[in-house]
């Protein structure tokens, strides 16, 4: 049976990833350097690791240990990663170093060193396309630029047409639409994109990009304060803490959960359709922050002290839903779990984790101070 390397693979879409890949037969290896930002200081982790899954620590901006993680193994999914899109805007090098570096430090051992590997499959995110697609009336498809800051000081939180600043109407994200990522983040997972296609191509081994869109499900993070709104929010209405709602409360993202998104990259593994392809991974559908909110308090069965404050994080899009055709019709892909379904499945989760009070505040301090949080 194929080796498989996961890199990132104590993270929430790994270990998912390794427990399916695991119960396939699949032989097992995650990497990881147990980010504490991610794993909290609890040093238990590798007691979590899937039975039967080995497990590497090590960090991917270390070619030395990387190397060591990559021997012998005939795929790897590349996962390691920093991912908070605001928090990208102020640790500029550690993302680059970790998202950009790390990527190439396994491109350079491939390129260069004798090996095994068959395929190598990276997990880009809907953050590439940055304000997705739109449609104006009398300009057609448009891709809008980054909100400006006087429109949002007045409320003003829709995108307009770049072309005649006219109302638009959101359409689905489709892997061909412009890449114009507004965040540091999403910067260096383009550049993470075009590094391995370009790399794989000329080596010839085939690559497999997925575009994730926001994941979410039993084993997100409840930890780190930078990113996953379900598991901040499900937090702080556990602890009876204010939600602050950013904007208006009608922004929007594409949910996808988790077995979905584990299928999917199975999907990319083991069919060749899938080699040097790029796909989109979402639900195909949108749902609000409001709704969020409302799904949130039925499944805790609990009102959430949620105000929405007008606040704003420059950088941030506004709408989000993925245009899933490509994979659908190329893959088979299907989602399998709407969000009520999902949110549920999630929250059961959530009530057996220990939900103590978060850094959140700690993180919007932050960004306050860098000017970023308005
Ligand atoms: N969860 C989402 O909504 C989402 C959306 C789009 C893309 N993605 C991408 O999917 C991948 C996995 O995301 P996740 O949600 O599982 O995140 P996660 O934070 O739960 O997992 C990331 C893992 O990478 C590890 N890691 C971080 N820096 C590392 C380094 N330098 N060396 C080795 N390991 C390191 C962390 O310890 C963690 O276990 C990431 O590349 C992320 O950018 C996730
Ligand atoms: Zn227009």
Same mark, same amino acid.
Not at 238 to 266: K, M, Q
């Given at each position: 049976?194929?080796?498989?390397?996961?890199?990132?693979?104590?993270?929430?879409?790994?270990?998912? +990833?390794?427990?399916?890949?695991?119960?396939?037969?699949?032989? !097992?290896?995650?990497?990881?350097?147990?980010?504490?930002?991610?794993?909290?200081?609890?040093?238990?982790?590798?007691?979590?690791?899937? %039975?039967?899954?080995?497990?590497?620590?090590?960090?991917?901006?270390?070619?030395?240990?990387?190397?060591?993680?990559?021997?012998?193994?005939?795929?790897?999914?590349? +996962?390691?990663?920093?991912?908070?899109?605001?928090? %990208?805007?102020?640790?500029?090098?550690?993302?680059?170093?970790? &998202?950009?570096?790390?990527?190439?430090?396994?491109?350079?051992?491939?390129?260069?060193?004798?090996?095994?590997?068959?395929?190598? !499959?990276?997990?880009?995110?809907?953050?590439?396309?940055?304000?997705?697609?739109?449609?104006?009336?009398?300009? @057609?498809?448009?891709?809008?630029?980054?909100? %400006?800051?006087?429109?949002?000081?007045?409320?003003?939180?829709?995108?307009?047409?770049?072309?005649? &600043?006219?109302?638009?109407?959101?359409?689905?994200?489709?892997?061909?639409?412009? +890449?114009?990522?507004?965040?540091?983040?999403?910067?260096?997972?383009?550049?993470?994109?075009?590094?391995?296609?370009?790399?794989?191509?000329?080596?010839? /081994?085939?690559?497999?990009?997925?575009?994730?869109?926001?994941?979410? @499900?039993?084993?997100?993070?409840?930890?780190?304060?930078?990113?996953?709104?379900?598991?901040?929010?499900?937090?702080?209405?556990?602890?009876?803490?204010?939600?602050?709602?950013?904007?208006?409360?009608?922004?929007?993202?594409?949910?996808?959960?988790?077995?979905?998104? !584990?299928?999917?990259?199975?999907?990319?593994?083991?069919?060749?359709?899938?080699?040097?392809?790029?796909? &989109?991974?979402?639900?195909?559908?949108?749902?609000?922050? /409001?709704?969020?909110?409302?799904?949130?308090?039925?499944?805790?069965?609990?009102?959430?002290?949620?105000?929405?404050?007008?606040?704003?994080?420059?950088?941030?899009?506004?709408?989000?839903?993925?245009?899933?055709?490509?994979?659908? %019709?190329? +893959?088979?892909?299907?989602?399998?779990?709407?969000?009520?379904?999902?949110?549920?499945?999630?929250?059961?989760?959530?009530?057996?984790?220990?939900?103590?009070?978060?850094?959140?505040?700690?993180?919007?301090?932050?960004?306050?101070?860098?000017?970023?949080?308005?």
């Amino acid at each position: 049976m194929k080796k498989i390397l996961i890199t990132g693979g104590a993270g929430f879409i790994g270990m998912n +990833l390794a427990r399916k890949l695991q119960g396939k037969g699949y032989l !097992v290896r995650i990497m990881d350097n147990l980010s504490s930002q991610i794993h909290g200081e609890q040093t238990d982790i590798a007691a979590k690791i899937p %039975s039967g899954v080995e497990f590497q620590l090590g960090d991917v901006r270390n070619k030395e240990e990387l190397r060591k993680a990559m021997a012998d193994q005939n795929i790897i999914v590349h +996962l390691a990663a920093e991912t908070g899109t605001g928090q %990208s805007m102020y640790e500029v090098q550690k993302y680059t170093d970790t &998202n950009i570096c790390g990527t190439a430090n396994i491109l350079d051992i491939i390129a260069n060193e004798k090996n095994d590997i068959e395929k190598f !499959v990276i997990s880009s995110s809907r953050a590439v396309y940055g304000e997705g697609a739109y449609v104006c009336d009398t300009h @057609g498809k448009v891709y809008p630029t980054n909100r %400006s800051e006087t429109d949002m000081l007045k409320g003003m939180f829709e995108p307009t047409c770049p072309e005649c &600043n006219g109302e638009l109407s959101g359409l689905p994200t489709s892997e061909t639409a412009k +890449l114009h990522p507004s965040s540091v983040y999403g910067i260096t997972k383009q550049v993470q994109e075009d590094l391995v296609r370009v790399c794989m191509e000329a080596i010839g /081994i085939p690559y497999v990009v997925f575009r994730y869109q926001n994941v979410y @499900g039993p084993g997100q993070s409840l930890k780190n304060p930078y990113t996953g709104i379900l598991s901040i929010f499900s937090t702080r209405i556990l602890n009876g803490e204010n939600i602050n709602i950013f904007e208006d409360g009608n922004e929007s993202r594409d949910f996808v959960f988790i077995d979905d998104v !584990v299928n999917a990259t199975i999907m990319g593994i083991e069919q060749s359709a899938a080699n040097n392809q790029i796909y &989109n991974v979402g639900s195909g559908t949108q749902t609000s922050i /409001i709704e969020v909110i409302k799904q949130l308090e039925r499944v805790f069965e609990q009102n959430a002290k949620a105000k929405v404050t007008g606040e704003f994080r420059l950088g941030d899009i506004r709408h989000n839903r993925a245009d899933i055709t490509k994979i659908q %019709s190329e +893959l088979g892909y299907k989602p399998s779990v709407n969000f009520e379904q999902g949110i549920e499945s999630f929250a059961k989760w959530v009530k057996t984790q220990d939900t103590e009070t978060s850094l959140y505040e700690k993180s919007l301090l932050e960004m306050k101070e860098k000017g970023l949080l308005k």
